[in-house]
């Protein structure tokens, strides 16, 4: 080869390259879906406990179901050694975090941890920052398959630089690790995460009722009940697609603070968002409606739809709601929604859902699993109090 083809060949790679750059993994096609300790066991986590949840996911029906990694929250890490090596805990987890990643991977899951961005995390244990690619070679040696990255005591850092040097480690290591970026969306991950990381926290935390919010003690904002992160931020639904998701916060469905009818409806919204589905509560000992939520297949497949559209709110007329979400059959997912204190009936035209208003169009319940029939022009029903009906539309 001449050297001006040489030259030429070197120009068509760049581009190349840089778009190999941006494509990062090619992970989380549909939002991922597993379980994490924080919600419910905050900082009190062991390997027995994460190994007796990853027997439970393995055997109860939800590995069945599609749910897969299995993730330690903060606290499992306690110093850095005098290399720099992040250390677990030891007495909490004896047979060190790579034979908790072989049995998890022996149930034939996988598995996921926790770091931050900052020099500690949230719960002051040694957090990531200058220690990036070091924490990514061994996560990968341990055989991680899932980093969820948090944003406490990050200074003045800037958020984008600092989830992208964590990005290019784990690309570095070679392995595949889904990056969860945990950073509450202050920085509006929605507008740059794409091609850093899978998924964006797009608000603070979760707490387990319906609606709650308020600022945190030390006046920052705030804390979310579940109804409150559907109100904001909204409009975010374009900045998700498959490999890069916006992320509501993990589930609280079982957690005892909502009703089964609540957290029916938090679920219905999780997979109508196109929500990661990370459960949070004690899978080894849950009610046979917690099950029965969780792993209804059918709200499942609307979330984990492989056209990846999330979707939003159609209408609002004061406490009652309609919502959807295009799917790749050429039908619909249709939210309900009731935030009322009373029955009331919600109804939903075929327009709405950008079909021509004199469709006549079959209506499936996704709770009741029941075919309800075909209808000219839209569908209503009777909604109860803090309840969603979840439908799948298809003409
Ligand atoms: C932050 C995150 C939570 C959890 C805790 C752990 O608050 O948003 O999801 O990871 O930190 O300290």
Known sequence: MNRLAMILVALMLVPLMAHAQVERNSLAQTPPMGWNSWNKFACNV????????????????MKDAGYQYVVIDDCWQVKRDEKGNIVADPQRFPSGIKGLADYIHSKGLKFGIYSDAGTKTCQGRPASQGHEYQDAMQYAQWGVDYLKYD???????????????????????????????CESGTAKPWLWGKGIGNLWRTTDDISDNWTSKKKWPDGNCCEYGMVDILDEPAGLESFAGPGHWNDPDMMEVGNGGMTSSEYRAHFSFWALLAAPLIAGNDVRSMSADTKDILENKEVIAIDQDPLGREGWRISKQGELEVWGRPLKDGGRAVILFN???????????WEQLAYPGHLSTKVRDLWEHKDLGSFDGGYKAKVAPHSAVMLKVLP
């Not at 990050?154 to 392995?175: D, F, I, K, P």
């Open 46 to 61: 062991s390997e027995d406990l994460i190994k007796t949840v990853a027997d439970a996911i393995a055997t109860n029906g």
């Open 339 to 349: 935030r009322g204190t009373a029955d009331a009936e919600v109804s939903v035209t």
């Open 151 to 181: 944003w406490c005591n990050t200074g003045t850092r800037n958020a984008e630089e600092a989830y992208t040097t964590m990005s290019n480690a784990l690309l570095s290591t070679g392995r595949p690790i889904v990056f969860s970026m």
